[in-house]
């Protein structure tokens, strides 16, 4: 391309500026080669002509495209130059406020001056595990990528940070370190990564310091190697440190401090443990008060004197310790207040002996005062003969005062450091490590002393390091690609170190000027001009003999050298070290003696060399064992030799303005340290070569547009990209073809945007011609047919005007006609209508009259039937009165009568016994007598009808005679009638004439009345209308706020439920991550230790940990006296002794046997009763046998007994009574109440007998059972027996004496015994008759009650009386069910509890029948057993398992730990969780504890064990929760709680837990399902993670909508070969199709399912969200477009999966946003309003992030204005917005496990074989 095509009209150009360093301008008109000039316009529209020279052709520097301006790396640029380079760094800190860019391998970091949210945890793990070059530039993707090299090619790393002094260097070394800390942690319980970070506040503290240009600046350097093991843990770490600046602890320039360790000291002097080192305020001291001011504007020294101790105290520094450390330091200022007093001579000087502070000194520091005193003003000259003691000038003994201070604290330093890497060395194995260098920048001041030279020579040192680096790295790129390779010309700077660290260079001749006795610096600096003055980085000033000047790879550097041999040199006299090392105080001899007994550079303390392997070189003499520019130049080449064996990464941090202005941006200084830090060499280095450079897919994406249709249509993007350069670059060296890549020249990018914007601009052009054409067609359109319109409506209206008058016309003649004809028919209607009211006036008239004598008849004949009816009732009444009298007396006398009979037959019992038997038959009767009476109610209303029809016979024939009778006297009585009707006509007249005045008055009333109640009724409308909107307005009003409070109430309240649960669930989570890691730690353990035969403890370690935890559920009501004792054991007999449950339980045992003897003698009473009824006769043969038997059973039964309950309840009960009696004297000797103790001995002792008394009962009781079954097995003998008692066998046998006595006591102990069942006996008489008296009193009342009811219904009416005795039996039958229900409900209680203990019972009948069994013989033993076992029926599966103690092992193995989920497809959902609540019902139903705890204790240790074993696991993650969830639900369905048994079927409620409360348990398996949760969406997490940003940002779902910008060195598909690791939309719907799928087949809750997509959506969302605030180059219109059409894919999705419900598209509502966000218009003050209301799930950070990050793909597209930006945060400042600027991704939302029973009955669930459970038997 020719300079003609290039330097065109408004082709955009730099041009140099003094003020900004470079200024843009716009060309007016096209440059021609040859011409002398360019004709310009700067950007305030002012127009300059540029001169160019002629011989150099060098023409102003091209700027690049807009659409390039602002790239996150410099080498994405096509134009690198200068001007370039600032103007991108400007852009990016100001207007978008990133102080982080790349330039190739540089990360360029700009100090912004102020705090920046880009710091926190969640900037950290968004950054690790991210390619360097997916994410926007940050120290956080450095490290992440050094990191990622160690790991990856296993090779140590280092991170080199340099620029100057308050550039920020400090800074980014500490967060790169921050960085490793926490992404890799430590390797064990260490907490070396806490230690690594509580290093930099003590090195902050002693070794940075205020400086005119930073207020923290670090005056040394250092070099931290962090190191890691195998696994990439931080095992340990390792400090180097460089050159300390020692002069700044005796001087100090103007606005400057000392070391903040000294303002640290100073600010905590009060402290009473610091009253000791006699410390005032800083101002009081020479050495802190030289700069002036002594504290730093928003620096707390105290607060930070706290911290620095803090960190002393972590890394190990022992209190003793860092009390001496701070005496020293107290010394040390202590010493620069020293008073010296010169001599009259000048030649000597003193100290007064007073000195306060020297005293302090000698006494901080443990040394002699008086030999302190001496050697400070005097000196010893040791020659080859003598030796001799000099005085000293005034101005020798302060330097040699100031000298000793800088040794001191130079020791102290040293000491510091080495106790430090102490604190961090590990004794493990490193395998690697990354170095984080912290070191100076090139300096140059107006002063460049010693320090200076030698910081400039280390930055020379790792320029020319860096310069190979890059050229390296350039290298390797073009041979990987195969392109063709020239050498490329570089800067090197090895003639410059050469001259400083070559033989006879600059520190050679220093090192042999300080050998010189009388050496100067002027000699020096001679020797300087005589050697270097031909070499071409070296000059001599013209006006100076004393300076020289070094040409540096960044600039020109002018030494002074004054000073530079005496700091060189570092001589501090022997003597006063001499008298230091003989300190009483050990650490600070052993300082001095390290020093001069080692010969390490600690000696000066520019450097602390922990490397033991080092050499020593020898010392020319005592003074001058090693020089610092010596030491510094071995130092430095060790780090050499570190970095040059390490992969490097370069920081460069750039310093924007000296007066630390928040982002504020100085191109002067920028500039000047962009060409110090080798940022522009790197440029040069690219620029030189092919700085542009990209992939042929990325390529052919940006550009096929300038590809003709045919090539797109090919296969090959290569062939296609090579064809279309070819075709537009014509020089084929402006690019290369390499094999994944190509290359370009510089400009040639900005050449192929030009051609593509043209591309763009005509295709632009042409559309727009199309689309306007168009709008004027249409617009044409819509015009004409307006017309028409017009037209037609306009026509229409004349029509309609015509046809409206021609109507009105024909109207006026019909209404004339209509008036006429209605006038004449009002004349007519008038005459008619009074005609005809003259003739009904007289007609109504003579009607009336009669009418009125026939009712005045009438009404006298109503009169006399009245008052005879009344005579004749008054009569009735009277008689019935009396009648009812006499018999309400004589009845009350004959039920005196039979009342009194009653009462005397009540008393006995015969009467009651038959009215119990009576009353049961009294309903039958009673609705026998409802019946009769029913039949005789239809008989009686027959007859009343009879009589009815008869009665109106009757009336019917006298009424026919009635006329008849007045038919013949109506002749006589004619004139009289005549005359009643005419007065009758004549009142008739009288009262229409008063009537018509009424109706006058009444009419007129009446009109005034509505007129009245109209008004009134309108008012009222009128009230009424304005109520109704009052009381609207007042509902409306009441309404919005009621539930805007219930609202605001709601959210609240569900805010602190969810935050509550979230604690609660992080705490369960924390302790699952505590108990994971102990269990890792004790594994770590078992490897190393190695001992054969160990094995490792179960994990039980969890909630389940120990029986304290959790005690053992309470057993059933009824109680076991076993229990009771085993209790006693397991508490202690001196604690149970005092525990009144034991006898409470002795006695409730006491209970049940005697209630069991009844039982018993019931029994045998009805089996007695049967045998007399079968067999009334025995023969006397059997009783012989008969009588063995019951021998042989009672002697077993009582043997057994004794042995298994006797013994154990004596042994007890003594151990008791000793322990209650040993508790009660020593009660008695402590208190002197001894009568509690003994009372509560006689209780037991008198139990104890009463329970050995029911035992024998019990025995006799059974002897008689087994007896009466013998009896009836032998009445089936043909020979019955009639006598047996005069037969007995036994009575013929000789007696023993003591068989005699053992029988009398046997019967003495029968004889109590049936005295005490006579006893028992009465007492039951006397009960069962107070309870028929009872009985008696209740009926009597009944009785009363029925007759006072009986009274009542005789008095009514017989429909009456029967409905209501009706209602009465109902009411009476319906008390006694209720009354009969409850007792049945009592009884099936008691019954469950009687078979419970009849259960138990059997089963130690049936062990004490089988242990008798085995002691007899064969014969005897078949016998017995055919005799006492219990026949059991068989039964129906009860949905219980039955399990023996020793399969429990079996069965937890074979049910969770062997087992996997595909064994059970096909099977019922949960099917384990049902097994196992089947057999915990089982433990519950034989009412064993033990075994309810150790199988649930069992069962949720080994669900822990298998999924820590399958913690990566989906599917056995899902099927454990969905287990553990249905067996918590199972407890909760079955616990017999009524809240959770609602749903329950009659069958399942048969099958709850009957003796135990499993509440804990529940608890327990809730925390278990909360981890296994936890777990669950960590492992789903895992499997996304990779998946999200590829899928939701990179991914092209809609093909051709995203372009692709220009990148950099570091472009994201350098990370990617091939499209390796990328994922579209599809493959997470699969993902997530695959968790659905095993969830629901698993049988999870849904409501779980949709909690847990409801997390996953989060987990995108804030994925998504972060990723999109940190890169640049995914912030554009595009990226909105493909974000909302997945995000309404994955809607899609869940709608189709009916998820839409949980919550996860609210979730997602801040991608959504920023997605809208993207794509709204960003111009006006509207469009910032529409931006602020939509936005609302964005915070205004998070917003104004995504504006600055808004970058157009093509030149149409606008950037958004700063003023924008400004506008927008102006309108949000109200926002109360969280401070992070990313998501926490981490975040879990509190899972909720609600209650979800089971419709599945245990007795239907079938187990399959596969699961090997054979051992479990069905109850």
């Known amino acids: 391309m020719s300079v003609g095509e290039l330097y065109s009209q408004y082709t955009r150009v730099w041009i140099p500026d003094p003020d900004e360093v470079w200024r843009s301008a716009e060309l007016t008109k096209d440059y021609k080669e040859g011409e002398k000039s360019l004709q310009l316009r700067l950007e305030d529209e002012t127009v300059q002509e540029y001169p160019i020279d002629v011989q150099s052709n060098q023409l102003p520097f091209l700027r690049n495209p807009d659409i390039l301006v602002g790239e996150n790396d410099l080498t994405a640029l096509s134009y690198l130059h200068e001007p370039a380079v600032l103007h991108n760094l400007k852009v990016r800190f100001l207007e978008s406020n990133h102080i982080y860019t790349y330039c190739g391998i540089v990360l360029v970091a700009i100090n912004p001056y102020e705090q920046l949210p880009i710091y926190g945890q969640d900037v950290i793990y968004a950054y690790s595990g991210q390619n360097m070059g997916d994410m926007d530039p940050h ?233 302190m005193e001496h050697w400070l003003c005097h000196r010893k000259l040791v020659t080859t003969s003598e030796t001799y003691v000099k005085t000293m000038s005034l101005q020798q003994v302060v330097n040699a005062r100031n000298a000793l201070a800088k040794h001191i604290y130079a020791q102290l330093f040293g000491w510091i450091v080495a106790h430090i890497n102490k604190a961090l060395h590990t004794s493990l194995k490193q395998h690697s490590f990354i170095g984080v260098l912290d070191i100076y920048g090139f300096e140059t001041f107006e002063v460049n002393s010693f320090e200076q030279f030698c910081i400039n020579y280390a930055n020379e040192k790792l320029q020319q390091q860096f310069n190979s680096h890059v050229f390296k790295l350039e290298q390797e790129e073009y041979m990987k690609e195969q392109i063709p390779w020239t050498l490329i010309d570089f800067y090197d700077n090895q003639p410059c170190i050469d001259l400083i660290e070559a033989k006879l260079g600059i520190l050679d001749l220093l090192d042999e000027e300080c050998k010189v006795p009388k050496g100067t610096d002027q000699n020096w600096a001679q020797k300087l001009y005589d050697r270097h003055s031909s070499s071409q980085h070296f000059q001599k000033p013209r006006m100076s003999n004393t300076a020289f000047i070094v040409v540096h790879f960044a600039d020109k550097v002018e030494y002074l050298s004054d000073g530079f041999l005496e700091k060189n040199r570092d001589t501090v006299y022997e003597e006063q070290i001499n008298i230091l090392k003989a300190s009483k105080f050990p650490l600070v001899a052993d300082l001095f003696h390290e020093d001069g007994d080692s010969a390490p550079a600690t000696a000066t303390s520019s450097k602390v060399n922990v490397r033991s392997a080092r050499t020593p070189l020898k010392a020319s003499n005592k003074e001058h064992k090693k020089t610092v520019g010596h030491q510094f130049r071995t130092s430095l080449h060790l780090l050499m030799e570190t970095l040059n064996a390490t992969t490097p990464h370069y920081v460069r941090c750039i310093k924007p303005n000296d007066e630390k202005l928040p982002f504020h941006f100085d191109p002067k200084r920028a500039v000047q340290q962009l060409r110090a830090c080798g940022v522009l060499e790197t440029i040069r280095i690219s620029a030189a070569g092919y700085p542009s450079r990209w992939a042929y897919h990325d390529f052919f994406n940006r550009y096929r547009v300038l590809i003709r249709k045919r090539e797109l249509a090919g296969a090959d993007k290569k062939a296609a990209c090579r064809s279309v350069l070819e075709s537009l670059v014509k020089d084929p060296d402006k690019f290369q073809f390499g094999r994944t890549k190509i290359f370009f020249r510089a400009g040639q990018v900005a050449y192929l945007e030009k051609l593509r914007a043209d591309k763009f601009r005509a295709a632009t052009i042409m559309i727009q011609k199309t689309v306007r054409g168009w709008l004027q067609k249409v617009k044409y359109r819509r015009l004409r047919a307006a017309t028409l319109t017009l037209q037609r409506y306009c ?612 062990d004490l029948e089988a242990a008798q069994a085995l002691a007899q013989s064969e014969k005897k033993r078949h016998e017995l057993n055919r005799q006492v076992t219990v026949q059991r029926k068989e039964k129906d599966f009860q949905g219980m398992l039955e399990y023996h103690k020793e399969d429990e092992a079996l069965l937890v193995r074979n049910l969770v730990t062997d087992l996997k989920p595909q064994t059970l497809a096909g099977t019922v959902p949960c099917l384990p969780a049902y097994i196992l609540y089947m057999c915990i019902r089982y433990a519950d139903y034989v009412n064993d504890d033990l075994k309810v705890h150790s199988l649930l204790t069992s069962t949720i240790n080994g669900i822990k064990r298998v999924l820590k074993k399958h913690n990566d696991d989906f599917e056995m993650t899902s099927f454990w929760l969905s287990n553990t969830c249905r067996l918590l639900h199972c407890l909760k369905q079955y616990s017999g709680d009524e809240g959770f048994m609602t749903q329950n079927t009659a069958k399942q409620n048969e099958h709850c837990l009957k003796n135990f409360d499993l509440t804990e348990y529940r608890q327990v398996l809730s925390d278990l399902s909360i981890q296994i949760y936890q777990q669950l969406i960590k492992i789903a997490e895992g499997l996304l ?181 400004r506008t927008i945060q102006a309108q949000l400042q109200d926002r109360n917005d969280p401070p992070q600027l990313l998501l926490d991704f981490k975040h879990m939302f509190p899972v909720l496990f609600p209650f979800n029973p089971s419709s599945l009955t245990m007795d239907s669930i079938h187990i399959p074989a596969c699961l090997n459970l054979e051992f479990l038997n069905q109850v």
């Open 1585 to 1765: 993670q990779p998946m999200i940003v590829s899928a939701m940002l990179e991914n092209e779902s809609i093909q051709g909508l995203s372009g692709v910008k220009p990148t950099g060195y570091r472009k994201r598909s350098s990370s990617m070969v091939d499209g390796e690791n990328s994922y579209s939309l599809d493959a997470v719907i699969r993902q997530m199709n695959s968790f659905h799928t095993v969830m629901c087949d698993q049988g999870l809750d849904p409501e779980i399912i949709l909690q847990v997509f409801k997390q996953l959506f989060y987990m995108i969302n804030a994925m998504t969200l972060n990723n999109l605030l940190l890169r640049k180059d995914i912030c554009s219109w595009s990226t909105g477009m493909q974000l909302r059409y997945n995000i309404s894919q994955l809607e899609e999705w869940l709608r189709g999966r009916n998820l839409h419900q949980s919550g996860a598209v609210e979730t997602m509502e801040p991608l959504i946003q920023a997605a809208q966000l993207l794509q709204l218009k960003k111009k006006s003050p509207e469009d910032a309003e529409a931006i602020c209301s939509l936005c609302s799930s964005l915070s205004t950070q998070q917003i104004v992030k995504i504006l600055n990050l808004y970058t157009p793909l093509n030149e149409f597209e606008e950037r958004v204005t700063v003023a924008f930006i």
């Open 795 to 1406: 026509r229409g209206l004349l029509a309609r005007r015509l046809a409206t008058h021609m109507r009105r016309t024909r109207a006026a003649m019909v209404l004339q006609k209509q008036c006429r004809m209605r006038r004449a028919r009002r004349a007519y209607q008038r005459v008619r209508r009074a005609a005809i009211v003259i003739q009904a006036f007289a007609r109504g008239m003579f009607v009336r009259r009669i009418y009125h004598q026939v009712l005045r008849e009438h009404k006298a004949t109503i009169i006399q039937k009245h008052v005879r009816g009344w005579m004749a009732r008054r009569r009735f009444q009277r008689l019935r009165g009396a009648a009812i009298v006499m018999q309400c007396a004589f009845r009350r006398l004959k039920a005196k009568r039979e009342l009194k009979a009653l009462k005397i037959e009540a008393r006995s019992a015969e009467h009651l016994k038959r009215l119990n038997v009576g009353m049961e038959n009294k309903v039958v009767q009673l609705q026998r007598k409802i019946d009769d009476q029913n039949k005789e109610f239809k008989t009686l209303s027959e007859q009343l009808l009879a009589v009815t029809t008869t009665h109106a016979m009757e009336v019917e024939k006298l009424k026919k005679e009635l006329a008849y009778y007045q038919q013949s006297q109506g002749e006589d009585s004619t004139l009289q009638l005549q005359e009643e009707v005419e007065s009758l006509r004549a009142e008739l007249q009288r009262a229409h004439s008063e009537r018509k005045v009424l109706e006058d008055a009444h009419t007129r009333e009446k009109d005034e009345l509505r007129k009245r109640v109209t008004d009134l009724e309108q008012e009222n409308a009128l009230l009424k209308d304005e109520k109704e909107q009052l009381n609207k307005q007042i509902l409306c009003r009441s309404k919005d706020e009621s539930a805007q409070n219930s609202v605001q109430e709601n959210l609240l309240m569900k805010k602190e439920l969810e935050e509550e649960r979230s604690r609660y669930q992080n705490l369960v989570k924390e302790y699952s991550r505590l108990e994971q890691r102990y269990d890792n730690l004790r594994d770590e353990m078992t490897i190393v230790k190695q001992t054969p035969g160990h094995r490792r403890n179960p994990s039980n370690q969890s909630s389940l940990e120990s029986d304290s935890n959790y005690p053992s559920i309470s057993t059933s009501e009824v109680g076991d006296t076993e229990d009771a004792l085993q209790q006693v054991e397991e508490i202690g007999l001196e604690k149970a002794a005092m525990d009144m449950t034991v006898f409470l339980k002795l006695q409730k045992r006491v209970r049940e046997l005697e209630q069991e003897r009844k039982k018993l003698q019931v029994q045998l009473e009805k089996r007695e009763q049967q045998d007399g009824k079968k067999v009334p006769v025995e023969q006397p043969k059997n009783n012989l046998d008969l009588d063995q038997d019951v021998d042989l059973a009672y002697n077993s039964l009582k043997r057994q007994e004794l042995e298994s309950e006797n013994k154990k309840l004596k042994n007890e009960l003594n151990e008791l009574r000793k322990a209650v009696a040993d508790q009660a004297s020593e009660h008695t000797a402590a208190h002197g109440a001894p009568d509690g103790y003994s009372l509560l001995l006689n209780q037991l002792r008198l139990a104890h007998e009463e329970l050995e008394v029911r035992k024998e009962e019990v025995l006799i009781l059974r002897t008689q059972i087994v007896s009466s079954d013998q009896r009836r097995l032998a009445g089936r003998s043909p020979e019955p027996s009639i006598n047996a008692r005069t037969s007995w066998p036994n009575s013929e046998k000789h007696v023993d004496q003591e068989d005699a006595i053992e029988a009398y006591h046997g019967v003495c102990q029968t004889n109590q015994l049936l005295e005490a069942q006579l006893q028992a006996q009465s007492r039951e008489h006397e009960e069962e008759v107070e309870g028929l008296k009872a009985q008696v009193e209740a009926l009597r009342e009944e009785m009363d009650r029925q007759q006072q009811t009986f009274c009542q219904t005789l008095l009514l009416s017989p429909e009456a009386q029967v409905e209501f005795g009706v209602q009465q039996e109902i009411s009476r039958l319906t008390n006694e069910n209720l009354d009969l229900k409850e007792l049945v409900e009592k009884l099936e209680k008691n019954e469950r509890k009687l078979k419970k203990q009849l259960k138990i019972y059997m089963k130690k009948v049936q």
């Open 139 to 371: 120290i956080f993707a450095v490290a992440e990528e050094a990191y990622k090299q160690m790991a990856r090619d296993e090779k140590n790393q280092s991170i080199i940070v340099s620029g100057e002094s308050g550039a920020g260097k400090t800074v980014s070394a500490k967060y790169a370190m921050r960085y490793f800390a926490t992404v890799s942690g430590s390797a064990g319980d260490t907490n070396i990564e806490e230690r690594v970070l509580a290093s930099s506040p003590i090195m902050e503290a002693i070794g940075n310091a205020k400086t005119t240009r930073n207020d923290n600046s670090s005056r040394f350097g250092k070099y931290i190697q962090i190191g890691f093991d195998k696994r990439y843990h931080i095992i340990g770490a390792n400090m180097r440190t460089y050159l300390l600046e020692k002069s700044r602890v005796v001087f100090q320039a103007e606005d400057e401090r000392n070391y903040h360790i000294f303002y640290q000291l100073c600010a905590a002097a009060s402290l009473p443990e610091f009253k000791e080192l006699a410390l005032t305020c800083a101002e009081d001291f020479f050495y802190t008060s030289q700069g002036g001011d002594t504290s730093i504007e928003g620096v707390d020294d105290a607060e930070d004197f706290e911290k620095t101790r803090q960190a002393f105290t972590l890394l190990g520094v022992r209190e003793s310790h860092q009390i001496s450390i701070f005496k020293i330091i107290a010394s040390i200022l202590h010493l620069g207040n020293v008073e010296i007093q010169a001599e009259r001579d000048g030649e000597s000087c003193s100290i007064s002996p007073k000195d306060e502070h020297l005293s302090n000194f000698c006494q901080l520091l443990g040394v002699e005062h008086g030999q």
